[in-house]
């Protein structure tokens, strides 16, 4: 996983214009975050990145930087192996 | 013998919700994105006085008026509701009279929502080939709407009413036919409860008190309103992806059989984008995964037999299709199994 494939994949969940999500930005202040782009984030997740994150560690996270850290945590090869 | 499903009819109350409605109260929302993220374009509302027993009446009358059976045809009548009319008595019993079925029949209710058809078609089957009964009565029926705040539309946007009632009747086994309903594969984990839940109104948080004006708080303190649904539809979701692929690939291994034998899988309708999600992620063929869900929503457990209902309508459906049949949902519950198709067009 890199960043700009990262971002890449919210502003196309989330559609809004291209340069306007970064990783300092607030998970929850994206436009459109409701409760169906929510689900739509754990579908994303799932399938761009082979990862099920649960919903309260993406509530924990504060922004897409952080989200990206619990991507990367589990993609590592000792939380894959554990 | 064994146990066939002879016919499904379902009931909608008259009453539309549909997303321009919803859209007025959420004015941040838009028809198309509700449509977009649901797959629903319309929902129906049981009115106030209007109770599961009476969209359930609804369906089985059309059931008989069908022509498929006649009320003293039916040995066991099965209702599966999470809103029936009393604690007590059954609402199966207030059926039994109100359907004019014969007081040799046996009913009773069960409690289950999305995963309950599939229970209903074991056990019916379990009646049947032990030679109990010979025809059963599963009815599905509920009114959700009812425990709906107005403004969540998190649960607004997917629950509709409905009943549906199907027939399922003894008929003279041929061995070397795959069973017309089963193998099964059921599932349960209660650690979910919390994540789709009324919680007031039992007898943990009744609502004596309301009537006095008075609230039910929870452990934070939060008032909480009558009987009202709470849905966490992102660990619905995450729930989802762990147990239906399992689900599939168990009935699969039950059954004997590669997803090229299947001729259409029906999932519970809860939500098309969800469903689009696990159709792909199972690698299940899109033109083989039906969805009907636009004209009446989530309707629990009511969702499969009106998506049958409506394939063998489409003509998806011909004799001896084998269908895969999977329910998921509040519990946790879950369960699958297969029919071969029986009803003719």
Not at chain 2, 231 to 248: H, Q
Request: a negative charge; hydrophobic letters at 40%.
């Amino acid at each position: 996983m890199n960043a700009p494939q990262f971002l890449a994949a919210l502003h196309e969940l989330f559609d809004v214009t291209a340069g306007s999500i970064h990783k300092e930005t607030v998970l929850q202040d994206i436009a459109g975050w409701s409760s169906m782009t929510f689900i739509g984030l754990i579908a994303m997740l799932d399938e761009d990145f082979g990862v099920r994150i649960s919903p309260g560690t993406i509530l924990r996270c504060h922004t897409v930087e952080d989200l990206m850290d619990e991507v990367a945590a589990e993609l590592t090869p000792t939380k894959m192996a554990a | 013998m064994q146990a066939i499903l002879k016919a499904i009819e379902y009931y909608l109350p008259p009453q539309v919700l549909n997303n321009p409605q919803l859209c007025e109260i959420a004015p941040n929302w838009s028809p198309q994105k509700i449509q977009s993220k649901t797959g629903i374009e319309e929902r129906r509302i049981s009115e106030e006085e209007e109770l599961s027993s009476d969209l359930a009446v609804k369906a089985v009358t059309k059931l008989f008026e069908s022509g498929a059976c006649q009320p003293e045809d039916i040995d066991y009548l099965m209702l599966c509701t999470q809103s029936p009319d009393y604690f007590l008595p059954t609402t199966a019993c207030l059926l039994q009279h109100r359907l004019g079925l014969r007081t040799s029949c046996g009913a009773l209710d069960f409690n289950l929502g999305c995963s309950g058809f599939i229970y209903g078609l074991g056990m019916a089957k379990g009646l049947i080939e032990t030679g109990q009964v010979k025809n059963v009565l599963v009815v599905t029926a509920e009114t959700y709407t009812k425990f709906i705040t107005p403004t969540d539309m998190s649960v607004r946007t997917l629950f509709g009413d409905a009943s549906a009632a199907t027939l399922i009747t003894a008929q003279d086994s041929h061995s070397e036919q795959a069973p017309a309903i089963g193998p099964f594969v059921y599932g349960t984990d209660g650690r979910g409860a919390k994540n789709l839940i009324v919680q007031t109104g039992g007898m943990r948080k009744p609502v004596a008190g309301f009537a006095s004006g008075g609230g039910v708080e929870d452990a934070d303190e939060h008032v909480l309103v009558p009987p009202t649904l709470y849905m966490n539809g992102p660990e619905i979701f995450l729930f989802t992806l762990d147990a239906v692929p399992d689900l599939v690939a168990g009935i699969c291994s039950r059954a004997g059989i590669t997803f090229d034998d299947v001729d259409l899988f029906l999932f519970h309708q809860a939500n098309e984008y969800m469903l689009r999600h696990l159709r792909d992620k199972i690698e299940i063929p899109p033109e083989r995964f039906y969805v009907s869900m636009s004209h009446c929503g989530n309707t629990v457990s009511s969702t499969i037999p009106i998506a049958l209902k409506e394939a063998h309508k489409a003509g998806r459906l011909k004799i001896g299709d084998r269908v895969m049949l999977v329910g998921f949902g509040v519990g946790y519950s879950w369960g699958a199994t297969m029919l071969r198709w029986a009803m003719n067009t």
